[in-house]
Structure formats: structure tokens, C-alpha cells
């Protein structure tokens, strides 16, 4: 060869893709997960090993996830709330989640939700990723309470008035902080 390039971390791309929501990157990330099972890096491959992943994990109730491209922006795309929060689980519980989590943005702090949540009281004690297209608002992550806990959030909503609704994942949010704030258990 006559020259040479090392790529960023994964932890680098992961986050430049999720704290500035960059499809390009995500779409070539897929790529590149079906170049690593051995396959040309095809977004068809791509979306097998990713469906492989989930079904390990998820079993059956991974079974409706439909994935097109990588960044979300589809409307063919579909994933429950149930089996995302089980994802979310899964990369808390492993052993990148502090990579994930932190490649998140953080309300009020960074990322694309930098303003939005500047003077809310999540404002720095959450990692959440926010999605919009048209009739479609979601919002996904981990929420931190004062007493080092962290609840899984999240929220989708999928309706024609969906923009409408758009307080509604901020008001699960703002509830899921609140729960963090509560004692575990009773008499207190």
C-alpha cells in the first residue's frame, strides 16, 4: 500500500452520529455491521446482522422491527417501544454502556438538544436521543435521578397529528425525572 488511514473509535463515530444526528454516518455504520458479519457492506446484510442482534436478544418480540436504511429517516422503519428500551437495556447493562449512554445528547447541555431543554429541570440529567419526522415524535434514552438511579424513557408517538402531540415525550420525560426523585420504597 501506498498510503494508510486509521478510521476514529467506534465510541468516536457513535457519538458524532448520535449527538449531531448524522444519518449519513448511520447509514454507513450499518454498512459497515453487515461488512463485519462477513458480507459485502450492503445495507440488506447490514440490517440481517442487526435483526440477528436483536433477535438473541429480543427473541420473538423483535420479530415487527423493520429496519431500511440505519438513521431512522424512513417511513417504512418501525421498532416498539418495548423492544428499544430492551436495547437500551441490553448497552446499559453491557459493557459499552457508558459509551452509549454518553454518546447521547444531553438536554440543555450538547447535541441537538442543547436548547431545547436549557432552563427545563431535565436539563443535564438525562442522555436522549430525539426523533422527528413528519407525524412521527420519539424520544429514547436513560434519565438520571439524584440518587444515582437511571430509568430507561421512551417515547414514540406515530399519529397524523403526531405534531400536535409533540409535548407528549417531553411530558414522559419530565414524568420519568419525577420518578427518579421518589423513594424505592415505602414509608418515605
Known amino acids: 500500500p501506498l498510503t494508510?488511514?486509521?478510521?476514529p473509535t467506534l465510541a468516536e463515530v457513535v457519538r458524532d452520529i448520535n449527538?449531531?444526528?448524522?444519518n449519513v454516518m448511520a447509514r454507513h455504520l450499518l454498512l459497515t455491521m453487515g461488512a463485519s458479519a462477513g458480507q459485502p457492506a450492503t445495507l440488506p446484510a447490514g440490517r440481517a446482522a442487526i435483526m440477528r442482534w436483536l433477535a438473541e436478544r429480543q427473541g420473538d418480540d423483535a420479530a415487527a422491527t423493520?429496519?431500511?436504511?440505519?438513521?431512522?429517516l424512513s417511513r417504512i422503519e418501525r421498532i416498539t417501544p418495548?423492544?428499544?428500551?430492551?436495547?437500551?437495556?441490553?448497552?446499559?447493562?453491557?459493557?459499552y454502556?457508558?459509551?452509549l449512554a454518553s454518546s447521547l445528547p444531553?438536554?440543555?447541555?450538547?447535541?441537538?438538544?442543547?436548547r431545547k431543554y436549557k432552563d427545563a429541570p431535565?436539563?443535564?440529567?438525562?442522555?436522549?436521543k430525539s426523533g422527528y419526522l413528519e407525524n412521527v415524535r420519539a424520544i429514547a434514552g436513560y434519565v438520571h435521578g439524584p440518587d444515582g438511579r437511571t430509568l430507561i424513557v421512551v417515547g414514540i408517538v406515530n399519529h397524523d397529528r403526531a405534531r400536535e402531540a409533540a409535548a407528549v415525550p417531553?411530558?414522559?420525560?419530565?414524568?420519568?425525572?419525577?420518578?427518579?426523585e421518589r423513594p424505592l420504597c415505602c414509608g418515605g
Open 4 to 7: 494508510g488511514a486509521d478510521s
Open 19 to 22: 449527538k449531531n444526528s448524522n
Open 82 to 95: 418495548g423492544v428499544l428500551a430492551g436495547v437500551l437495556a441490553t448497552a446499559w447493562n453491557g459493557p
Open 122 to 128: 431535565i436539563a443535564g440529567r438525562a442522555h436522549l
Open 170 to 180: 417531553e411530558a414522559l420525560v419530565q414524568w420519568t425525572l419525577e420518578q427518579t
Open 97 to 99: 454502556g457508558p459509551e
Open 66 to 72: 423493520v429496519l431500511e436504511n440505519g438513521s431512522g
Open 106 to 114: 444531553v438536554p440543555g447541555v450538547d447535541g441537538t438538544l442543547k
